[in-house]
């Protein structure tokens, strides 16, 4: 901290908290130059490697680390891209006498930073998996707080911490708890805002650069990093540096938090900081290096979620702005002027931006409607906007903080959004917003005076953090960012209005002439801005849906139609498989109860599994085509499918729709027409040709003889009845007993979703009998294998109780329990609603 009499904030931002000097306790650190002679050591590093830091200095790194851990540290650091990349080993022995190290390289200016510590000795430990699982839930979640809130659950299941926080900033750069995961004795900060000044702006700027920053233990003792300086008199940049030490101020607000242990994630969107997930506990926590790695990947995949809900908000945006330019070119621009149509006007605006009052001036000309300026005030404020850009809506929600004279009309509005839609003279739709006394709850006093602290004159962290509630008057409600880019919409279509009633009116060729310069600008930022967002869209959902709940229901359907076919496959060994099944199953996911629209005739044929899987996709786009717009698609249609071995062994596939509505080509050739025309040709060389006749699509494909032979025996007979399945409920509580924890809370959300009034969760026998003896249980799902232990012990108290259960497994046997209880039915990994309805169904029955 620099030596100043003067105690402010910015003296906190300019504490030098990248080159402390200092690592923490639980790792150690190695630096060595380009030719790898090693410049700086930890003095802990006796502590961790028996190492001397001392005698280390100015020697070959090769002289205290074994041979085979150098070759592997070699060929890694051959992967750092940049500057603020780093590369990882995990369980290495970096001096060879068995010990496991997790280490991680990065490069700091000319030098190579080596930190080490102790590998946990958990087994068989799959944190990647776990992330993967979690971000599978998040993606459910259709909002942003529920997402966040996910998030929350996630980290905390993955690091045991009493309380994680999803916390995000402001423009302002506060931060406000959006989301909180905690145990029951912690205390609870969501919804509260915490200051600008709580997180420095140096700290921001390496949260972007550095994306996990732990603290094991603020009371745990740290070790200088040795020599201090470099012979250049420059100390050793650790801003990318995970055993970094911590700035005493942070320590010290932490104490005053009641935290022993913390952990912070980044939260970057666009390359920008976005938030953080700060994690909490009042003792002591270490995560091991591999896991920290594991939040890490967790919080880039949360980040890009947030960039594809964002997406879609955009893409809704965009939608709406064109219905609402679409409404107005037809309801305004009539060739009367917009004061002819001003309440068409405002009542259209309202629908897509909310507000307490509109003025329209135009020509000169004040027409207003609500709570607004009066005529004289209004011009006052209008020359004010002139001095704006002419090309941008001007927003603010605190009029008064730009514009002096707003405190005549502050009893009517307090904040404004300014729409030009010329250039000269200016135009302006203006909206306004009245004033909106806000209680903002802060974690503490945000304006808690500099004192002089215990580590110099600075200023002191915050010693409580009781909720302290402020009152904020003199502004309005804020404008959000969909309502801004609905305003940047709206100005342009505005635009196109009045260039059209200036043609119609025959108004003077010069200012036509510039006002089409100023849309010809606008529309050509609007493009570009759409053609970004394009971009995105492709990039990031791989794919021509409109939006992700749409792709991934497309993805899902031809997930499925595989796995049907994957199904047939391994019940046969993945050998030759009839044609017919393929056809009467994916008959049957379509056409429930309605099997008899779908005719097959002709020989029957089996087919090489390579044929039998990309059959599989083409006749599912097929029957997906023809339920939402072919013959499928009406009560009265129907499709044949015939059969026909050549002599030369092709085979020749007719489909045949009839009976339908008329059938029109498509405009454009999406993925699902690339798939019925490509795949054949291209994956089995043989030849598809389709025809999209009036009376229905028809299509023939051929398949080449080496792929298809006549069927060896009898085909079985695949039930194509659909009588629907009779529904059941679950009546009452249920347990899930289950070792993972995230497959726990989908079987939880699944037995939900059939009726159960509350979930109870078990990891373990004991903790299962526990819940069983406090708790009326109607139903349960035991996992039968629980990795030390199984639940055979779980299976008996049920029993005895007279409480059915359902048997889950992933290895496909249960052995000695599915003989001592024969009448369980059995689920597989993975599950399921419909397996778990099944069962449900067999206890019924």
Same mark, same amino acid.
């Given at each position: 901290m620099p030596n100043t009499d003067a105690v402010d904030l910015p003296n906190c931002d300019r504490e030098p908290i990248h080159i402390p000097g200092r690592v923490q306790d639980y790792g150690c650190l190695i630096a060595v130059s380009l030719e790898w002679m090693v410049c700086h050591a930890s003095a802990n590093l006796s502590a961790h490697l028996g190492l001397d830091p001392v005698t280390m200095i100015g020697t070959r790194i090769s002289e205290h680390l074994a041979p085979d851990f150098l070759h592997r540290l070699r060929n890694r650091i051959q992967l750092l891209a940049t500057e603020d990349s780093t590369v990882r080993l995990y369980r290495v022995d970096p001096i060879g006498d068995g010990r496991a190290f997790d280490v991680s390289v990065h490069l700091s200016g000319r030098t190579y930073v080596i930190e080490m510590e102790p590998a946990s000795e958990e087994p068989d430990r799959d944190d990647a998996t776990a992330v993967q699982m979690m971000i599978a839930r998040l993606r459910q979640r259709d909002t942003l707080a529920g997402a966040t809130d996910e998030a929350a659950q996630a980290v905390r299941s993955l690091t045991g911490f009493d309380r994680v926080m999803v916390y995000r900033f402001d423009d302002d750069q506060s931060g406000e708890v959006i989301a909180e995961a905690r145990g029951d004795d912690a205390h609870s900060y969501d919804g509260l805002r915490f200051p600008a000044s709580d997180i420095p702006k140096q700290a921001r700027a390496l949260y972007t650069r550095n994306l996990i920053r732990m603290i094991a233990d603020v009371d745990a003792p740290t070790h200088e990093i040795q020599p201090a300086v470099s012979p250049d008199g420059v100390p050793l940049d650790l801003s990318l540096s995970a055993t970094r030490a911590v700035s005493p101020i942070h320590l010290e607000y932490l104490r005053n938090m009641g935290v022993r242990a913390s952990l912070s994630i980044s939260i970057l969107r666009k390359g920008k900081l976005w938030g953080l997930i700060a994690c909490h506990h009042h003792s002591p926590r270490y995560i091991d290096f591999e896991r920290r790695s594991a939040l890490e990947l967790f919080a880039q995949l949360f980040s890009y979620e947030l960039v594809q809900k964002e997406t879609e908000r955009e893409m809704e945006d965009v939608e709406r702005a064109r219905r609402l330019h679409d409404v107005l070119m037809n309801q305004v621009s009539s060739g009367e002027g917009l004061e002819a149509e001003f309440d068409t006007l405002a009542d259209r605006i309202a629908e897509a931006i909310p507000h307490d009052g509109i003025v329209l001036y135009a020509g000169g000309e004040y027409t207003a409607r609500g709570r607004v300026p009066t005529q004289d005030e209004f011009y006052g404020l209008a020359r004010f906007l002139n001095a704006a850009s002419a090309t941008e809506t001007f927003v603010t929600d605190n009029i008064e903080a730009h514009y002096p004279g707003a405190d005549s009309f502050a009893d009517r509005a307090a904040g404004l959004m300014a729409l030009p839609v010329s250039r000269t003279p200016r135009d302006y739709i203006v909206l306004f917003r009245r004033e909106l006394s806000q209680s903002v709850e802060w974690a503490g006093n945000p304006d808690k005076p500099a004192e002089t602290g215990p580590n110099g004159v600075r200023l002191t962290p915050r010693k409580s953090f009781e909720t302290w509630r402020e009152v904020v008057r003199g502004r309005s409600a804020r404008w959000t960012e969909p309502e801004r880019r609905a305003a940047d919409s709206l100005r342009i279509t505005l635009i196109e209005v009045i260039l059209k009633l200036t043609d119609e009116a025959d108004a003077a060729r010069k200012q036509a002439s510039e006002r089409q310069e100023l849309l010809i600008a606008e529309l050509n930022h609007r493009v570009r801005n759409i053609l970004n967002l394009i971009r995105g869209l492709v990039s990031q959902s791989r794919g021509g849906a409109l939006s992700v709940d749409e792709y991934t229901r497309v993805l899902d359907t031809r997930i499925t139609a595989l796995s049907r076919a994957h199904d047939q496959l391994t019940q046969r060994e993945w050998g030759w498989s009839p044609l017919r099944e393929l056809?009467?199953?994916?008959?049957?996911?379509?056409?429930?109860?309605?099997?008899?629209?779908?005719?097959?005739?002709?020989?029957?044929?089996?087919?090489?599994?390579? /044929?039998?899987? +990309? !059959?599989?996709?083409? *006749?599912?786009?097929?029957?997906?085509? &023809?339920?939402?717009?072919?013959?499928? @698609?009406?009560?009265?249609?129907?499709?044949?499918?015939?059969?026909?071995?050549?002599?030369?062994?092709?085979?020749?596939?007719?489909?045949?729709?009839?009976?339908?509505?008329?059938?029109?080509?498509?405009?454009?050739?999406?993925?699902?027409?690339?798939?019925?025309?490509?795949?054949?040709?291209?994956?089995?060389?043989?030849?598809?040709?389709?025809?999209?006749?009036?009376?229905?699509?028809? /299509?023939?494909? +051929? !398949?080449?003889?080496? *792929?298809?032979?006549?069927?060896?025996? &009898?085909?079985?007979?695949?039930?194509? @009845?659909?009588?629907?399945?009779?529904?059941?409920?679950?009546?009452?509580?249920?347990?899930?007993?289950?070792?993972?924890?995230?497959?726990?809370?989908?079987?939880?959300?699944?037995?939900?979703?059939?009726?159960?009034?509350?979930?109870?969760?078990a990891a373990g026998v004991s903790d299962a009998q526990r819940q069983i003896e406090e708790h009326d249980i109607s139903i349960a799902v035991l996992d039968v294998n629980l990795g030390t232990e199984t639940s055979v012990v779980v299976a008996e108290v049920l029993a005895a109780k007279g409480v059915p259960f359902i048997l889950a497994t992933g290895y496909g046997a249960v052995g000695e329990i599915r003989n001592t209880f024969p009448e369980a039915p059995i689920v597989k990994k993975p599950y399921t609603e419909a397996d778990f309805s099944a069962a449900l169904r067999k206890l019924a029955g």
């Amino acid at each position: 901290m620099p030596n100043t009499d003067a105690v402010d904030l910015p003296n906190c931002d300019r504490e030098p908290i990248h080159i402390p000097g200092r690592v923490q306790d639980y790792g150690c650190l190695i630096a060595v130059s380009l030719e790898w002679m090693v410049c700086h050591a930890s003095a802990n590093l006796s502590a961790h490697l028996g190492l001397d830091p001392v005698t280390m200095i100015g020697t070959r790194i090769s002289e205290h680390l074994a041979p085979d851990f150098l070759h592997r540290l070699r060929n890694r650091i051959q992967l750092l891209a940049t500057e603020d990349s780093t590369v990882r080993l995990y369980r290495v022995d970096p001096i060879g006498d068995g010990r496991a190290f997790d280490v991680s390289v990065h490069l700091s200016g000319r030098t190579y930073v080596i930190e080490m510590e102790p590998a946990s000795e958990e087994p068989d430990r799959d944190d990647a998996t776990a992330v993967q699982m979690m971000i599978a839930r998040l993606r459910q979640r259709d909002t942003l707080a529920g997402a966040t809130d996910e998030a929350a659950q996630a980290v905390r299941s993955l690091t045991g911490f009493d309380r994680v926080m999803v916390y995000r900033f402001d423009d302002d750069q506060s931060g406000e708890v959006i989301a909180e995961a905690r145990g029951d004795d912690a205390h609870s900060y969501d919804g509260l805002r915490f200051p600008a000044s709580d997180i420095p702006k140096q700290a921001r700027a390496l949260y972007t650069r550095n994306l996990i920053r732990m603290i094991a233990d603020v009371d745990a003792p740290t070790h200088e990093i040795q020599p201090a300086v470099s012979p250049d008199g420059v100390p050793l940049d650790l801003s990318l540096s995970a055993t970094r030490a911590v700035s005493p101020i942070h320590l010290e607000y932490l104490r005053n938090m009641g935290v022993r242990a913390s952990l912070s994630i980044s939260i970057l969107r666009k390359g920008k900081l976005w938030g953080l997930i700060a994690c909490h506990h009042h003792s002591p926590r270490y995560i091991d290096f591999e896991r920290r790695s594991a939040l890490e990947l967790f919080a880039q995949l949360f980040s890009y979620e947030l960039v594809q809900k964002e997406t879609e908000r955009e893409m809704e945006d965009v939608e709406r702005a064109r219905r609402l330019h679409d409404v107005l070119m037809n309801q305004v621009s009539s060739g009367e002027g917009l004061e002819a149509e001003f309440d068409t006007l405002a009542d259209r605006i309202a629908e897509a931006i909310p507000h307490d009052g509109i003025v329209l001036y135009a020509g000169g000309e004040y027409t207003a409607r609500g709570r607004v300026p009066t005529q004289d005030e209004f011009y006052g404020l209008a020359r004010f906007l002139n001095a704006a850009s002419a090309t941008e809506t001007f927003v603010t929600d605190n009029i008064e903080a730009h514009y002096p004279g707003a405190d005549s009309f502050a009893d009517r509005a307090a904040g404004l959004m300014a729409l030009p839609v010329s250039r000269t003279p200016r135009d302006y739709i203006v909206l306004f917003r009245r004033e909106l006394s806000q209680s903002v709850e802060w974690a503490g006093n945000p304006d808690k005076p500099a004192e002089t602290g215990p580590n110099g004159v600075r200023l002191t962290p915050r010693k409580s953090f009781e909720t302290w509630r402020e009152v904020v008057r003199g502004r309005s409600a804020r404008w959000t960012e969909p309502e801004r880019r609905a305003a940047d919409s709206l100005r342009i279509t505005l635009i196109e209005v009045i260039l059209k009633l200036t043609d119609e009116a025959d108004a003077a060729r010069k200012q036509a002439s510039e006002r089409q310069e100023l849309l010809i600008a606008e529309l050509n930022h609007r493009v570009r801005n759409i053609l970004n967002l394009i971009r995105g869209l492709v990039s990031q959902s791989r794919g021509g849906a409109l939006s992700v709940d749409e792709y991934t229901r497309v993805l899902d359907t031809r997930i499925t139609a595989l796995s049907r076919a994957h199904d047939q496959l391994t019940q046969r060994e993945w050998g030759w498989s009839p044609l017919r099944e393929l056809i009467a199953i994916e008959t049957r996911a379509f056409l429930a109860g309605r099997g008899e629209r779908l005719r097959q005739t002709g020989d029957e044929v089996e087919l090489s599994p390579n /044929a039998f899987t +990309t !059959l599989a996709l083409v *006749l599912h786009e097929l029957m997906t085509n &023809s339920a939402k717009y072919g013959a499928l @698609s009406s009560a009265t249609g129907s499709v044949d499918v015939a059969t026909r071995l050549e002599r030369d062994g092709t085979l020749v596939i007719d489909w045949i729709e009839s009976g339908g509505p008329p059938v029109k080509a498509p405009t454009r050739e999406g993925f699902g027409t690339t798939i019925i025309q490509r795949s054949i040709p291209y994956d089995l060389r043989g030849t598809a040709d389709v025809s999209y006749k009036v009376t229905g699509l028809t /299509a023939r494909f +051929t !398949l080449p003889g080496h *792929l298809v032979r006549p069927c060896a025996g &009898s085909v079985s007979q695949v039930d194509q @009845s659909d009588a629907p399945a009779p529904e059941v409920s679950i009546s009452g509580a249920a347990l899930v007993l289950e070792d993972n924890m995230i497959i726990a809370m989908d079987v939880a959300d699944m037995l939900k979703d059939l009726g159960a009034s509350g979930v109870h969760i078990a990891a373990g026998v004991s903790d299962a009998q526990r819940q069983i003896e406090e708790h009326d249980i109607s139903i349960a799902v035991l996992d039968v294998n629980l990795g030390t232990e199984t639940s055979v012990v779980v299976a008996e108290v049920l029993a005895a109780k007279g409480v059915p259960f359902i048997l889950a497994t992933g290895y496909g046997a249960v052995g000695e329990i599915r003989n001592t209880f024969p009448e369980a039915p059995i689920v597989k990994k993975p599950y399921t609603e419909a397996d778990f309805s099944a069962a449900l169904r067999k206890l019924a029955g």
